[in-house]
C-alpha cells in the first residue's frame, strides 16, 4: 500500500528520496524532478534516513537517539561543571592570612622559597593537628634542618609556645643531646611560629613496615628499649619531670638509617609532672589505663607506652589495637585480665566500660558484638611473643639471643611496664636494672 501526505499542495511519499517524490500538481515535470534529486545531498538519497521516515516508521529510534545525544551532553556538561568547581576549590586554597594560609591554616608551602633569608625549603616531610614539618636548607650554617611550621591559630600557637619552652629546658640539660632532638631556633614567618630542628631519619614505625610488620629481633629490641629508657629517666629527673604524653613509634626516630641510635621527638602535647593540662592525651593504641579511665596521670603513662612500643618492635603488631576507647579497654583485658577494683572505685570514667555489680565487684560492658569478645585474660602474652615456640610465628626459632630464658625475661619486663596500677609500674629510675638489660644472668 502506498501512503502519501498532501502539505502546501505538495505530495509527499515517505518512500521516495527527500520526504519522496516532489509532485506540484503536475506543474513540476520528471526532469525537474530528476535534476532536483541530483542536487540532494548523498545523506538523504537513502529512503531509510530520510526526515519522514525518522518521523513516523522510525519514530522510537528517533526519540532514543534524541535521549542518548542529550544525557550525554548533560553528563558532560556536569562533569564540566565538576571539574570547574575542583579547579575553583584548588583557586580557593589561598583562602587565609592574605593567601598565604588553605583553608586549614596551615602555611602553604613553596618550595625554593627561603625563610628569614635563611632556610630554604626542599619539600614537605609531614603533616599533622599541630600544622607541617618541612625539610629546608640552612644557608648559614650549611646544614639540613627539619623546620615544624605551626598552624595559623591561637590554640596550636599556645601549646607550640609550652613545647618551645620545655625543648630549651631539656635542651639544657641533655647538653649532648643524646635522647631528644635538639631544637636549634625558632622564629616566626607570616603569622606562623616555625621550630628548627636537627634533621633525623625514618621512625619506628617506617622500621617495622620495612619488615613487613613481622617485627625487629630482640636483640635490636633491647638496644631501643635500652635507650628509650634512659630517655625516660632523663625526664623523670627531679630538674625537669616532664611527661611526654605521646610515646608512639612515629615520634621515635633513628638517628640515621644505618644506625639502631635513637631520639625522641614531638613534645607537642608534653607537660610538667602536677602541672597537667588535658584529658584527652596519648594515641589509642599507646594509651594508659589511667587515661582511659579519667584518673590522675604522671610519669608513669610513658611507661605504659613503652611497654606496648617494645611488644610491637619485636612483634611487627601493635598490642592493643582497639578500634575506639571501649575496644581499647577490652583489648588491654583480653590479655591482662580486669583491673583492680580500688582503681574503677575512684575513677571517673568507670562507667563508660564496666557495669558494677551488687557486691560491689565490676564486670566489663557487653560488646556490641558480643560474639568477638574474648574473656579476660584470655589472650596471653606467651602466645603473642611466642614465649615457647621460638619468638612471634615461631619466626625467631634457634636465632641467637633468642632463647627460652631471653623471652621470660622479655616477657617480665613487659609485664612490669604495663601494671594496671601506676605506682606500682616499673619506674625509670629501677627499669634499666631489670634482668632482661643483662648480659649474662651473673651480670651486675
Known sequence: MNIEFKMNNVIINPCSPLYGRLVAENSIQNQDILSMQARIPMQFRDPASAPLRKLSVDLIKTYKHINEVYYTKKKRKAQLSHSENRSNKKE???????????????????????????????????????????????????????????????????QAQIEVQLLEKINKADVHSRYIVKLKGHFTWKNHLCLVFELLSYNLYNLIRNTNFHGVSLNLTKKFAQQLCCTLAFLSSPELSIIHCDLKPENILLCSPKRSAIKIIDFGSSCHVGQTLYQYIQSRYYRSPEVLLGIPYDLAIDMWSLGCILVELHTGEPLFSGKNEIDQ???????????????????????????????????????????????????????????????????????????????????????????YDPKKRISPNNVLRHEFFFKHSTDN
Open 92 to 158: 580557593k586554597k589561598h583562602v587565609h592570612n592574605d593567601g598565604h594560609d588553605d583553608e586549614n591554616y596551615d602555611y602553604i608551602i613553596k618550595p625554593g622559597e627561603k625563610f628569614i633569608d635563611r632556610y630554604e625549603i626542599d619539600t614537605l616531610l609531614g603533616k599533622g593537628s599541630f600544622g607541617q614539618v618541612v625539610k629546608a636548607f640552612d644557608h648559614q650554617e650549611k646544614c639540613q634542618v627539619a623546620i615544624k611550621i605551626i598552624k595559623n591559630k591561637k590554640p596550636f600557637l599556645n
Open 329 to 419: 579497654m577490652t583489648k588491654i583485658i583480653e590479655v591482662l585480665g580486669m583491673p583492680p577494683s580500688y582503681l574503677l572505685h575512684g575513677a571517673s570514667k568507670t562507667s563508660k566500660y564496666f557495669d558494677r555489680l551488687i557486691d560491689s565487684t565490676y564486670v566489663l560492658k557487653k560488646a556490641a558484638d558480643s560474639r568477638r569478645e574474648r574473656p579476660p585474660g584470655s589472650k596471653r602474652l606467651d602466645t603473642i611473643l611466642g614465649v615457647e615456640t621460638g619468638g612471634p610465628g615461631g619466626r625467631r626459632k634457634n636465632e641467637p639471643g633468642h632463647s627460652l630464658a631471653d623471652y621470660l625475661k622479655f616477657k617480665d619486663l613487659i609485664l612490669r611496664m604495663l601494671s
